[in-house]
Nanobody, 117 residues
């Protein structure tokens, strides 16, 4: 399994970013995919998911601001993040399992999002 996140950066509050996750080593279109994030000193938290039918689910903290999507042909997961807040800062990861089911070796390097004025 290989997951490679990209698209993070340092931005001001209110702007947008689009994250991508390129996946390989498993049958992408058969998996419910997740975005999770980890702020310094905190546990990883679930942010959003999209199932194989392209139905999306969001945590309350990002609902209405973030949009998760997937391109099964490209084996790529996306997270459009709008109206970013300082509390959205953290390392963002994609995952093909629930957080507690991911093996340590399955995590990608993540992509850093820093929202600061």
């Amino acid at each position: 399994v290989q997951l490679m996140e990209s698209g993070g950066g340092l931005v001001q509050p209110g702007v947008s970013l689009r994250l991508s996750c390129s996946a390989s080593g498993f049958i992408f279109d058969m998996y419910h995919m997740n975005w999770v994030r980890q702020a310094p000193g905190k546990e990883r938290e679930w942010v959003a998911s999209i199932n194989t039918g392209h139905r999306a689910f969001y945590s309350d903290s990002v609902k209405g601001r973030f949009t998760v999507s997937r391109d099964d042909a490209k084996r790529t997961l996306y997270l459009q993040m709008d109206s970013l807040k300082t509390e959205d800062s953290g390392m963002y990861y994609c995952a093909h399992r629930r957080i507690e089911k991911m093996a340590p070796s399955e995590w990608g390097p993540g992509t850093q999002v820093t929202v600061s004025s």
